[in-house]
């Protein structure tokens, strides 16, 4: 026996009470047990890499390198996307890749380079082999963007899974980002990264890592170009990153470095070359378009673990209508299931729960409900008992059902990686549906399982379907979230086929968004909270999540009221706009901070009101171009080394500079500025970019500058479409998309282009059509144009 299990299993049992705390330290030892007997030991290992290349196979988009000791196959797709695989590893079957394989480029061909190494030269991309392996990916015109060396595998002596090694080198100036979501971003610093989505078990900061979301994708920023590179295998594994540095020592540059590391799985991996738009659209073809949200899910949310029943949501309601307050959707966290099992009622608390539902959505707010994969193992449990007749709960090695301990009890687990169980689970949400629910958020799907010591998930060696393929918890792990989001996602487009599904998980994987969108998990009240919540929203839009955000006010503690204040501003301008909090940390109503805080936070829900036609237009941006919402300030300008470095100010779409107050005490704040005209939205004062400038942030506000030239659509004081028109530069264009959709069903209007230009004195907008432009059909209305003279 390990002492320091010995004392943690005793601590658990003083810290969680003694029924749960047991619990879990029998679930450790009983985890710890199931591996022991299903895992086959880990013995001597033999080392290996490619050696040299003895053969070359050319095949459409490139084709197949023989070596010594392994073989690679590499494709160009017509998407300009680069694919290439070791030891036979093909683009499918995978769990990122939505739909089939791109169809590879035709001019792609596979020819003979010098030093008998061999090249693919494209369209976008060159990728050079080496004669021992190196994989070089470089621009057309001939700069290396990154250098893959030699992969090495460790192969079991008597048979296995081999683990995998995979140096990288990039440009001196390059820095990472992405990987998930990462608390201590956006910008990735040297050090290791682990790839396993974990549940922290306490509230975090940007220390912690990993925690709930975590993806094998990293975007490099250079002077050269911008690249993702997606290593595709879902094993544990860990990424460490060293940042390059110019004229180090003697005065050569010392290049950015990476080392990963992985326990198994595939050796093969996409890279995308080109600027950051072009990038993310790529990826977004490859993965899939991001799920399209409904109006409503643009607007703001309150939650609370432990709302008490439909007293206390109508009460909450009430002060949001009598403060003047706009509010669209309430979040029923576990409290409100039985005994909390899920996809049940708490019948004494919510008796009426379809008729509370009713009531709410003729106000304009809609239900959300709190979805967990565990499903209580009790017999009488119809869960349990239909998915025990459908054979659908994840087994161990020997067949028998795998039990984890959740708030509810002994449970089990669905096998999403097995489509019958994704069709069973799906079913069932037309129970939530039928409660009056419109809107899902997953929690707990990491999956987490309680224990004292170890990992709280599932025994590695669980057994899952892998859709056909076979396999344990290694290779299901890290997609388990996501396919229950498919599960989600399906089922209700069964279940209301006339309303867009919404989802939102705290755990997922590559290709998530087809489904779902994020959120931060249990980050810590505080400052340092406040700024990993930006930091999170960054990463996972860069990997291909656009709709994400925060506990607004933070999980845990009680925010001060100008800390509460400053999240809450935050929030406003963050796809998910949501308050939330557990039992132990008090309200998260604005009403509950003063009325100082009530007006600030009253100007900022109707300034979020005023802007969602903007932010649905955004939505369908991404859903067509990958891009995402919030986007770093170096979005439109990578080669400026000063923006790569920003982490406090973000773009929202094309248009908005937002820069948020992170630290107390703050009432002006530094800026650094794309380059091109920016105006205050609130006094119009002008600002000239690149560079950095000093802008006031009373606690009123924060900071929000917009583009010159932008065409916002905004919601009028009737409530109908407008455009906000921010004068252009004299002697320039200005412009912008509009997708005028009112957020309800599955069309998708076709996006209008307008156009701002300079006519005389005045600024004219037209809508741009294919025979003639147009008069927009919406007021217009233009601002800047009595703006005070330019600051830089």
Request: aromatic share 8%; glycine share 12%; charged share 25%.
């Amino acid at each position: 026996m390990d002492g320091h299990d010995l004392v943690r299993s005793v601590r658990t049992v003083g810290s969680a009470g003694a029924a749960l705390g047991l619990r879990a330290v029998r679930a450790a030892w009983r985890r710890r047990r199931t591996d022991a007997a299903g895992l086959p030991p880990r013995g001597a290992e033999r080392a290996r890499v490619p050696g040299p290349v003895r053969e070359a196979v050319p095949g459409p988009g490139g084709g197949v390198l023989r070596f010594a000791r392994s073989e690679l196959r590499i494709l160009v797709a017509v998407n300009g996307a680069v694919f290439w695989g070791w030891d036979g590893a093909e683009p499918e079957p995978s769990y990122a890749l939505a739909g089939r394989c791109p169809e590879p480029d035709p001019r792609a061909v596979l020819e003979p380079d010098k030093d008998g190494g061999w090249r693919v030269v494209a369209e976008r991309v060159t990728v050079t082999v080496s004669r021992l392996g190196a994989v070089e990916i470089a621009t057309p015109g001939g700069v290396v963007l990154r250098r893959d060396l030699p992969p090495r595998w460790w192969e079991p002596v008597g048979g296995g899974d081999a683990r995998w090694m995979q140096r990288s080198e990039v440009a001196a100036d390059a820095r990472f980002f992405g990987l998930g979501g990462r608390a201590s971003g956006p910008r990735l610093r040297d050090g290791s990264y682990r790839l396993w989505n974990t549940d922290p078990r306490r509230p975090f900061g940007p220390g912690e890592d990993p925690l709930y979301i975590t993806m094998p994708v990293q975007l490099v920023v250079a002077d050269a170009a911008t690249h993702l590179v997606f290593h595709d295998t879902s094993r544990d594994g860990t990424l460490t990153l060293r940042e390059g540095q110019e004229g180090a020592g003697s005065g050569h540059d010392r290049a950015g470095a990476s080392e990963l590391r992985m326990d198994g799985g595939p050796l093969r991996c996409w890279v995308v070359v080109g600027t950051p738009a072009r990038v993310l659209l790529a990826w977004a073809s490859l993965t899939g378009a991001p799920a399209l949200p409904p109006a409503w899910a643009l607007g703001h949310h309150h939650a609370g673990w432990g709302l008490g029943g439909e007293q206390e949501v109508r009460r909450i309601v009430a002060g949001y209508r009598e403060h003047g307050l706009p509010l669209d959707a309430v979040h029923l966290d576990i409290g409100h299931h039985d005994e909390h099992q899920v996809f049940t009622v708490d019948r004494e608390r919510f008796p009426k729960l379809p008729v509370l539902a009713d009531e709410l959505r003729r106000e304009g707010i809609r239900l959300v409900s709190v979805v967990g994969p565990a499903v209580k193992a009790a017999p009488g449990n119809a869960v349990y008992d239909s998915g025990t007749d459908a054979d659908v709960f994840v087994r161990d090695a020997s067949g028998r059902l795998v039990r984890g301990v959740v708030r509810a009890g002994e449970s089990v687990f669905p096998d999403f990686t097995d489509a019958r169980a994704r069709a069973w689970w799906g079913r069932l949400y037309s129970e939530r549906v039928e409660q009056g629910f419109a809107g899902f958020w997953h929690d707990m799907n990491e999956p987490t399982a309680f224990a004292a010591f170890g990992e709280s998930t599932l025994p590695r060696s669980a057994r899952h379907a892998l859709d056909g393929a076979g396999g344990d918890h290694r290779d299901a792990h890290n997609v388990y979230a996501l396919c229950m989001a498919r599960a989600a996602y399906e089922g209700l487009r069964e279940a209301a086929p006339g309303e867009r599904p919404f989802l939102f998980s705290r755990s997922g994987w590559a290709g998530m968004q087809r489904y779902a969108g994020a959120w931060s998990g249990d980050v810590a009240t505080g400052w340092p909270g406040l700024r990993a919540s930006l930091s999170l929203v960054l990463g996972l839009g860069l990997c291909g999540v656009p709709y994400s955000g925060p506990d607004v006010g933070g999980f845990d503690g009680s925010p001060s009221p100008e800390l509460y204040l400053r999240w809450f501003q935050l929030g406003a301008w963050l796809p998910l706009f949501r308050t939330h909090s557990n039992p132990r940390a008090g309200r998260r109503e604005p009403w509950e901070f003063g009325p100082e805080v009530l007006a600030h936070a009253r100007a900022a829900l109707v300034e979020r009101r005023r802007l969602l036609p903007y932010f649905m237009t955004l939505a369908h941006l991404a859903r067509r171009t990958g891009a995402p919402y919030v986007r770093p300030l170096w979005w439109g300008a990578p080669e400026d080394r000063a923006l790569r470095d920003c982490e406090d100010a973000f773009l929202l779409g094309d248009c908005l500079l937002v820069a948020p107050v992170l630290a107390p005490g703050t009432e002006r704040r530094t800026v650094r500025l794309p380059p091109g005209r920016w105006y205050d939205t609130v006094s119009e004062r002008v600002y000239e970019g690149p560079g950095q400038v000093v802008l006031e942030a009373p606690p009123a506000r924060v900071p929000v500058l917009a583009r010159a030239g932008s065409v916002i659509p905004v919601r009028g004081r009737d409530g109908g479409l407008e455009l906000e028109v921010w004068a252009p530069v004299r002697g320039r264009t200005g412009g912008g998309l509009v997708v005028p959709d009112t957020g309800e069903g599955g069309e998708e209007p076709e996006a209008e282009r307008y156009v701002a230009r300079w006519q005389g004195h005045r600024v004219v907008v037209t809508l741009e059509r294919e025979q003639h432009p147009a008069e927009p059909p919406y007021p217009v209305r233009v601002r800047g144009l009595g703006a005070p003279p330019a600051h830089t």
